[in-house]
């Protein structure tokens, strides 16, 4: 299988859901989509605290709740929200196309060998923990050639 990193309009492609903080309503659904997409669990979480001053306007709005005090509240909570989440968004994006790649590729992020994990980060320019030489400290296997013919002994 070819494992060359994807192209720049697959990336684009895939990068639809960074418009979505700009909307500012629906920053939210931007967290829960890549969080869903690549099964990573913090990004979800992200995205239902980004929709709680939603939720709370939208409350405000149905139940006709006029208070200048907590119209303020929800109202720059939802301005500090929705500016947050698209920080958030463009910070996270490299590591969303680097999981969903690998994800493409069938390998799972967490159990993928580290020389892979440099790579796919290395491609998109994400800062790596790992050393860009990985050496082998385990024996050396034995093959049969080696060891000599295979004989039956009494």
């Not at 629906?26 to 939603?54: D, E, S």
């Amino acid at each position: 299988m070819n494992r060359q990193p994807k192209g720049f309009l697959w990336r684009i492609a895939h990068s639809w859901w960074i418009l979505l903080p700009f909307t500012f309503y629906f920053n939210w659904i931007a967290f829960i989509y890549v969080g869903c997409r690549v099964q990573h669990k913090r990004w979800v979480m992200y995205g239902t605290l980004y929709a709680i001053p939603f939720s709370l306007v939208l409350v405000a709005i149905i139940f006709r709740i006029h208070s200048n005090i907590l119209t303020y509240v929800w109202s720059y909570s939802l301005l500090i929200g929705a500016f947050t989440s698209m920080i958030h968004a463009f910070n996270i994006r490299k590591e969303f196309l680097a999981r969903l790649e690998a994800r493409h590729y069938g390998i799972s992020y967490v159990d993928k060998p580290l020389i892979l994990i440099h790579q796919n980060e290395s491609n998109y320019g994400l800062n790596t923990e790992y050393p860009t030489v990985f050496q082998y400290d385990g024996p050396v296997p034995k093959t049969v050639i080696t060891k000599g013919p295979l004989i039956r002994q009494s």
